[in-house]
Protein backbone atom coordinates (compact mmCIF):
# COMPACT_ATOMS: atom_id res chain seq x y z
CA UNK A 1 0.00 0.00 0.00
CA UNK A 2 2.92 2.07 0.97
CA UNK A 3 4.28 2.20 -2.72
CA UNK A 4 0.88 2.38 -4.33
CA UNK A 5 0.99 5.61 -2.43
CA UNK A 6 4.14 6.70 -3.12
CA UNK A 7 3.59 6.23 -6.93
CA UNK A 8 2.00 9.80 -7.98
CA UNK A 9 4.64 11.55 -5.64
CA UNK A 10 7.59 9.28 -7.83
CA UNK A 11 5.68 10.20 -11.19
CA UNK A 12 5.58 13.84 -10.23
CA UNK A 13 9.19 14.06 -9.26
CA UNK A 14 10.19 12.04 -12.68
CA UNK A 15 8.05 14.48 -14.80
CA UNK A 16 8.88 17.90 -12.74
CA UNK A 17 11.66 17.09 -10.29
CA UNK A 18 11.86 16.93 -6.82
CA UNK A 19 13.81 20.56 -6.52
CA UNK A 20 11.14 22.29 -8.63
CA UNK A 21 8.38 20.21 -6.64
CA UNK A 22 10.30 21.22 -3.39
CA UNK A 23 10.65 24.95 -4.14
CA UNK A 24 6.89 25.24 -5.33
CA UNK A 25 5.56 23.90 -1.81
CA UNK A 26 8.15 26.18 -0.15
CA UNK A 27 6.88 29.28 -2.04
CA UNK A 28 3.40 28.12 -0.43
CA UNK A 29 4.36 27.86 2.85
CA UNK A 30 7.17 30.61 3.35
CA UNK A 31 5.31 33.23 1.68
CA UNK A 32 4.08 35.53 4.71
CA UNK A 33 8.07 35.91 5.41
CA UNK A 34 8.80 36.89 1.80
CA UNK A 35 6.19 39.88 1.79
CA UNK A 36 7.76 41.22 5.27
CA UNK A 37 11.48 40.34 3.97
CA UNK A 38 10.07 42.39 0.55
CA UNK A 39 9.16 45.25 2.81
CA UNK A 40 12.39 45.72 5.19
CA UNK A 41 14.76 44.85 1.55
CA UNK A 42 12.64 48.22 0.30
CA UNK A 43 12.93 50.38 3.17
CA UNK A 44 16.81 49.36 3.93
CA UNK A 45 17.79 49.76 -0.37
CA UNK A 46 15.97 53.59 0.07
CA UNK A 47 17.45 54.23 3.48
CA UNK A 48 21.39 52.65 2.28
CA UNK A 49 21.20 54.38 -1.20
CA UNK A 50 20.55 57.89 0.71
CA UNK A 51 23.88 57.31 3.19
CA UNK A 52 25.78 56.01 -0.15
CA UNK A 53 24.35 59.08 -2.28
CA UNK A 54 25.84 58.27 -5.90
CA UNK A 55 25.47 54.57 -6.64
CA UNK A 56 28.67 52.82 -7.31
CA UNK A 57 29.34 51.89 -11.04
CA UNK A 58 31.04 50.02 -13.14
CA UNK A 59 31.29 47.49 -15.90
CA UNK A 60 31.00 44.66 -13.10
CA UNK A 61 29.41 45.02 -9.63
CA UNK A 62 30.31 42.38 -7.30
CA UNK A 63 28.21 41.57 -4.29
CA UNK A 64 29.51 40.48 -1.14
CA UNK A 65 26.72 39.24 1.16
CA UNK A 66 29.04 38.89 4.87
CA UNK A 67 27.80 38.06 8.55
CA UNK A 68 30.25 38.21 11.40
CA UNK A 69 33.26 35.98 9.65
CA UNK A 70 35.65 39.49 9.57
CA UNK A 71 39.31 37.61 8.71
CA UNK A 72 37.27 35.49 5.97
CA UNK A 73 35.39 38.43 4.74
CA UNK A 74 38.77 40.76 4.29
CA UNK A 75 40.30 37.48 2.40
CA UNK A 76 37.19 37.60 0.30
CA UNK A 77 37.52 41.36 -0.63
CA UNK A 78 41.19 41.06 -1.76
CA UNK A 79 40.41 38.30 -4.13
CA UNK A 80 37.61 40.63 -5.33
CA UNK A 81 39.46 43.48 -5.82
CA UNK A 82 42.93 42.17 -6.89
CA UNK A 83 40.80 41.04 -10.15
CA UNK A 84 42.28 41.58 -13.25
CA UNK A 85 39.16 43.21 -14.37
CA UNK A 86 39.91 46.63 -12.98
CA UNK A 87 36.51 48.08 -13.94
CA UNK A 88 34.47 46.88 -10.99
CA UNK A 89 32.70 48.11 -8.07
CA UNK A 90 32.57 45.72 -4.76
CA UNK A 91 29.94 46.63 -2.78
CA UNK A 92 29.97 44.53 0.95
CA UNK A 93 26.39 44.13 2.71
CA UNK A 94 26.51 42.79 6.45
CA UNK A 95 23.32 41.30 7.45
CA UNK A 96 23.15 43.58 10.57
CA UNK A 97 26.18 42.36 12.45
CA UNK A 98 28.24 45.05 11.77
CA UNK A 99 31.40 45.33 9.48
CA UNK A 100 35.13 44.67 10.48
CA UNK A 101 37.68 47.30 9.49
CA UNK A 102 38.53 46.58 5.13
CA UNK A 103 41.24 48.16 2.71
CA UNK A 104 40.92 52.01 1.89
CA UNK A 105 40.13 51.09 -2.11
CA UNK A 106 37.89 53.89 -3.98
CA UNK A 107 36.21 50.20 -5.63
CA UNK A 108 35.10 49.26 -2.38
CA UNK A 109 31.78 50.42 -0.63
CA UNK A 110 30.27 48.66 2.45
CA UNK A 111 27.11 49.16 4.25
CA UNK A 112 25.40 47.05 6.93
CA UNK A 113 21.81 46.37 7.39
CA UNK A 114 19.46 47.69 10.39
CA UNK A 115 18.94 44.44 11.76
CA UNK A 116 19.33 40.53 10.88
CA UNK A 117 17.76 38.67 8.55
CA UNK A 118 18.90 35.20 8.76
CA UNK A 119 17.78 35.55 4.16
CA UNK A 120 20.93 35.43 1.97
CA UNK A 121 18.95 36.52 -0.95
CA UNK A 122 17.46 39.46 0.76
CA UNK A 123 21.35 40.78 1.75
CA UNK A 124 22.35 40.19 -1.95
CA UNK A 125 19.67 42.14 -3.68
CA UNK A 126 20.13 45.58 -1.15
CA UNK A 127 23.54 45.20 -2.70
CA UNK A 128 22.07 44.50 -6.30
CA UNK A 129 19.57 47.33 -5.60
CA UNK A 130 22.32 49.49 -4.58
CA UNK A 131 24.99 49.63 -7.65
CA UNK A 132 24.14 50.18 -11.15
CA UNK A 133 26.74 47.89 -13.99
CA UNK A 134 26.33 45.84 -17.21
CA UNK A 135 26.88 42.95 -15.15
CA UNK A 136 26.84 41.52 -11.33
CA UNK A 137 28.66 38.99 -9.93
CA UNK A 138 28.35 37.51 -6.54
CA UNK A 139 30.88 36.02 -3.64
CA UNK A 140 30.37 34.79 -0.02
CA UNK A 141 32.66 35.86 2.50
CA UNK A 142 33.84 32.27 3.01
CA UNK A 143 35.08 31.94 -0.18
CA UNK A 144 37.92 33.38 -2.84
CA UNK A 145 38.11 34.10 -6.71
CA UNK A 146 41.14 33.32 -9.08
CA UNK A 147 42.33 36.78 -9.56
CA UNK A 148 41.04 35.83 -13.36
CA UNK A 149 37.78 35.17 -12.76
CA UNK A 150 35.73 37.94 -14.36
CA UNK A 151 38.09 38.02 -17.28
CA UNK A 152 37.21 34.61 -18.03
CA UNK A 153 33.63 35.75 -17.48
CA UNK A 154 34.03 38.51 -19.38
CA UNK A 155 35.76 36.73 -22.34
CA UNK A 156 32.10 34.40 -22.45
CA UNK A 157 29.93 37.39 -21.62
CA UNK A 158 31.26 40.22 -24.41
CA UNK A 159 31.57 38.96 -27.45
CA UNK A 160 28.29 39.61 -30.08
CA UNK A 161 25.63 36.76 -29.96
CA UNK A 162 27.19 36.02 -26.01
CA UNK A 163 24.91 34.05 -23.24
CA UNK A 164 23.34 36.51 -20.66
CA UNK A 165 25.39 34.30 -17.98
CA UNK A 166 28.24 31.88 -17.60
CA UNK A 167 29.13 30.01 -14.55
CA UNK A 168 32.34 28.81 -13.72
CA UNK A 169 34.07 25.75 -12.29
CA UNK A 170 34.59 25.11 -8.18
CA UNK A 171 37.37 24.28 -6.59
CA UNK A 172 35.96 22.99 -3.21
CA UNK A 173 38.56 22.98 -0.33
CA UNK A 174 37.83 21.39 2.90
CA UNK A 175 38.86 23.60 5.88
CA UNK A 176 42.69 21.88 6.64
CA UNK A 177 42.91 23.41 2.82
CA UNK A 178 43.01 20.30 1.13
CA UNK A 179 41.06 20.20 -2.40
CA UNK A 180 38.12 18.12 -2.36
CA UNK A 181 37.29 17.99 -5.99
CA UNK A 182 35.99 20.25 -8.48
CA UNK A 183 32.56 20.77 -9.32
CA UNK A 184 32.08 21.16 -12.89
CA UNK A 185 28.57 20.74 -14.57
CA UNK A 186 27.89 21.49 -18.22
CA UNK A 187 23.90 23.72 -17.85
CA UNK A 188 21.36 21.92 -18.53
CA UNK A 189 17.90 23.08 -17.59
CA UNK A 190 16.29 19.81 -16.82
CA UNK A 191 19.26 18.50 -15.36
CA UNK A 192 19.36 21.20 -12.47
CA UNK A 193 15.38 20.04 -12.08
CA UNK A 194 16.75 16.95 -10.23
CA UNK A 195 20.68 18.26 -9.41
CA UNK A 196 21.67 21.11 -6.95
CA UNK A 197 24.90 21.74 -8.91
CA UNK A 198 24.34 25.66 -9.86
CA UNK A 199 26.27 28.15 -7.52
CA UNK A 200 26.29 31.86 -7.83
CA UNK A 201 29.78 32.21 -6.31
CA UNK A 202 30.62 30.71 -9.98
CA UNK A 203 27.90 32.95 -11.26
CA UNK A 204 28.21 36.26 -13.60
CA UNK A 205 25.20 37.11 -15.64
CA UNK A 206 24.10 40.24 -17.51
CA UNK A 207 21.78 42.97 -15.08
CA UNK A 208 18.27 42.47 -16.03
CA UNK A 209 14.74 42.27 -14.09
CA UNK A 210 14.89 38.56 -13.81
CA UNK A 211 18.38 39.06 -11.40
CA UNK A 212 17.29 38.99 -8.25
CA UNK A 213 17.53 36.49 -4.86
CA UNK A 214 14.19 34.79 -3.64
CA UNK A 215 12.86 36.31 -0.58
CA UNK A 216 11.99 33.22 1.62
CA UNK A 217 13.74 32.82 4.53
CA UNK A 218 15.34 29.45 3.81
CA UNK A 219 16.91 27.74 6.46
CA UNK A 220 19.72 25.17 6.41
CA UNK A 221 17.21 22.52 6.25
CA UNK A 222 15.23 24.33 3.22
CA UNK A 223 15.85 23.08 0.15
CA UNK A 224 16.74 24.04 -2.83
CA UNK A 225 18.46 27.30 -1.87
CA UNK A 226 17.99 30.35 -3.34
CA UNK A 227 21.28 30.09 -5.94
CA UNK A 228 19.32 27.38 -7.49
CA UNK A 229 16.34 29.07 -7.78
CA UNK A 230 17.83 32.87 -9.17
CA UNK A 231 19.80 30.71 -11.73
CA UNK A 232 16.72 28.27 -12.91
CA UNK A 233 14.21 31.49 -12.83
CA UNK A 234 17.15 33.60 -14.98
CA UNK A 235 17.55 30.55 -17.34
CA UNK A 236 14.14 30.83 -18.17
CA UNK A 237 14.30 33.78 -20.25
CA UNK A 238 18.23 34.25 -20.66
CA UNK A 239 21.00 31.90 -22.00
CA UNK A 240 23.24 30.57 -19.46
CA UNK A 241 26.77 28.67 -19.94
CA UNK A 242 28.88 26.62 -18.70
CA UNK A 243 32.69 27.33 -18.17
CA UNK A 244 35.06 24.32 -17.42
CA UNK A 245 37.57 26.13 -15.85
CA UNK A 246 38.16 26.52 -12.31
CA UNK A 247 37.67 29.99 -10.94
CA UNK A 248 36.30 29.61 -7.58
CA UNK A 249 37.99 28.21 -4.36
CA UNK A 250 34.56 27.42 -2.34
CA UNK A 251 34.86 26.51 1.62
CA UNK A 252 33.15 23.15 2.14
CA UNK A 253 31.97 23.04 5.59
CA UNK A 254 29.61 21.27 8.09
CA UNK A 255 27.12 23.84 7.76
CA UNK A 256 27.18 24.27 4.15
CA UNK A 257 24.54 22.81 2.09
CA UNK A 258 26.86 22.10 -0.22
CA UNK A 259 28.09 19.17 1.55
CA UNK A 260 25.47 16.78 0.28
CA UNK A 261 26.05 17.70 -3.08
CA UNK A 262 27.94 14.41 -3.86
CA UNK A 263 24.39 12.65 -2.31
CA UNK A 264 22.45 14.59 -5.19
CA UNK A 265 25.13 14.31 -8.08
CA UNK A 266 26.00 10.93 -8.10
CA UNK A 267 28.39 8.92 -10.83
CA UNK A 268 29.17 10.90 -13.97
CA UNK A 269 27.92 14.19 -12.21
CA UNK A 270 30.91 16.19 -13.63
CA UNK A 271 32.83 16.48 -10.11
CA UNK A 272 36.09 15.52 -10.37
CA UNK A 273 39.37 15.58 -8.80
CA UNK A 274 41.87 17.77 -9.88
CA UNK A 275 41.70 20.67 -12.61
CA UNK A 276 38.89 20.97 -14.44
CA UNK A 277 39.51 22.15 -18.17
CA UNK A 278 40.82 24.36 -17.61
CA UNK A 279 37.67 53.36 6.36
CA UNK A 280 40.13 52.87 7.03
CA UNK A 281 37.89 50.05 5.40
CA UNK A 282 36.30 50.53 2.00
CA UNK A 283 33.24 52.89 2.43
CA UNK A 284 30.41 52.10 4.75
CA UNK A 285 27.32 53.63 5.04
Same mark, same amino acid.
Given at each position: ??????????? %????F??LV????SN??????? @??????F??????R?A????R?P @???????I /????????????V??? $??????????????????????????? $? +?????A??????????????? %????R????? &?? &??????????? /????L????????V???? =? =?? $??????? &??????? &???? /???? @???D?????????? *? $?? +? *???? =?????????D??????Y?????????P???????????????????G???????Q?????????? =???
Amino acid at each position: MRRIARAPWEL %LKRVFGWLVLFEASNKVRLFPS @AVRLRRFEDAETTRLAALLGRPP @AALVATVI /ATHRRPEALRAAVRSA $LEQTVADQVVIVVDDGAGLPGLPADPR $L +FAVSLARNTATAGVVRNVGIR %LTRSRYVAFL &DD &DNLWEPDHLEQ /ALAVLEPPSAPDAVYTAL =R =RM $LPDGTEK &DVLSVPF &DRRR /AAHE @AFLDTNAFVARRTR *S $LY +F *SRLR =RTPEVLPREDWELVRRYSRHHEVRHLPRATVRYLVNPGSFYTAWDQGLGPGSGAQRGGAGQGPGG =RSA
